[in-house]
């Protein structure tokens, strides 16, 4: 077992659903279970190959960056390692309508995934391409041109759905009502990422790395407490640089924006968005080539060690 902090092993925990990337299991009423498969997706597609120890990679990240909320005092669910590619963590329930619950409502994942970005990048360049975003959107005088990777003037949030089949941006009026929060609680979330974020580049700054943008997701204790949930600072969440490579002016990607190329690259991504703006049926991801698979295999783990500064020795197998 890593060095972070573990717990026993649940008796014969109750399946109870499985995400994009991971199986979720009943521990007991206030504990669920988290386990890390290989899977892969991306644009909310899943990619029919598996990358070996990218589970293992992701659930050993999540802990150290969760073990680095506690140092720093922010709330969180998670309470510690069962095996090389599960977690435990604190349960909240998933209420699809969390204003249902009557007014300040508790114990509830909020529906609602944050992305605050530092760089120009991702889709949010794909919208500035397509002229969705100015450079007033983005906190810079009217008329600056706007060029991959350039540094934003401030922080930039943005609010998508978590609960639907593809993700949404919201207003902030949206996602109040659907989160059932109020302004300042949506502000607190928003000083809490910062705050986590702080932390996260100062570490990985000391190892050559540059944190781009991420998401997070948050949830509402049975006191009223926000916490963050599920996982965060891996490379299927959240997207960074080499720090060197940035400054002679190239960007090196250390996250899952690898495998988005991919896709981007050979044409599947225009299709799918194609037939998502025709509300058409959209057509099936295929499958990573086999040399792809082995590349992108070897970026988790390398991402592993870049973020943690560990090396990486595989656990699974031996689990």
């Known amino acids: 077992m890593p060095k972070t902090s573990a717990v026993p092993v649940a008796p014969s925990p109750k399946y109870l659903r499985r995400g994009k990337v991971k199986e979720v299991y009943e521990v007991s009423p206030t504990e669920l279970e988290f386990r890390f498969t290989n899977d892969i997706s991306v644009f909310d597609k899943h990619i029919p190959s598996e990358i070996p120890h990218k589970g293992e990679t992701l659930a050993r990240t999540a802990a150290h960056w969760f073990e680095a909320c506690g140092r720093i005092g922010v709330p969180h669910h998670f ?38 970005r530092y760089y120009l990048a991702g889709s949010m360049w794909d ?20 060029e991959y990777a350039l540094p934003l003037p ?12 593809v993700d949404r941006l919201l207003s902030t009026s949206e996602a109040l009502e659907l989160s059932a929060l109020d302004r300042s609680e949506l502000d607190a ?12 580049q100062e570490e990985i700054g000391h190892r050559g790395l540059i944190h781009v943008d991420g998401k997070k997701e948050f949830g509402v204790d049975a ?21 060197d490579a940035f400054e002679r002016g190239r960007q090196v990607d250390f996250s899952k924006e690898f495998v988005r190329q991919h896709y981007r690259q050979t ?18 991801i295929p ?11 070897r970026l988790y783990t390398t991402v592993f060690e870049r973020l943690t500064g560990e090396p990486f020795s595989p656990l699974e197998q031996a689990a």
Do not use: C, N
């Open 267 to 284: 044409g599947y991504y225009d299709r799918l968005l194609k037939a998502r703006a025709d509300h058409a049926e959209e057509p099936p």
């Open 223 to 243: 006191e009223g407490t926000l916490l963050i949930v599920d996982t965060f600072g891996t490379a299927d969440e959240d997207r960074f640089w080499d720090k």
């Open 189 to 200: 979330i928003r000083e809490t990422i910062l705050k986590v974020d702080r932390a996260m």
């Open 79 to 116: 309470l510690g390692l069962s095996g090389p590619t599960a977690m435990r963590v604190k349960r909240v329930r998933v209420v699809p309508k969390p204003r249902s619950l009557g007014p300040h409502p508790k114990d509830y994942l909020v529906p609602l995934e944050l992305i605050v």
């Open 127 to 146: 919208r500035v391409k397509a002229g969705k975003v100015t450079a007033q959107d983005l906190g810079f005088p009217a008329g600056k041109k706007l």
């Open 287 to 297: 499958a990573l080539p086999p040399l792809l698979v082995d590349e992108v295999s």
């Open 154 to 165: 401030e922080p930039h949030f943005e609010v998508t759905t978590k609960l639907e089949p």
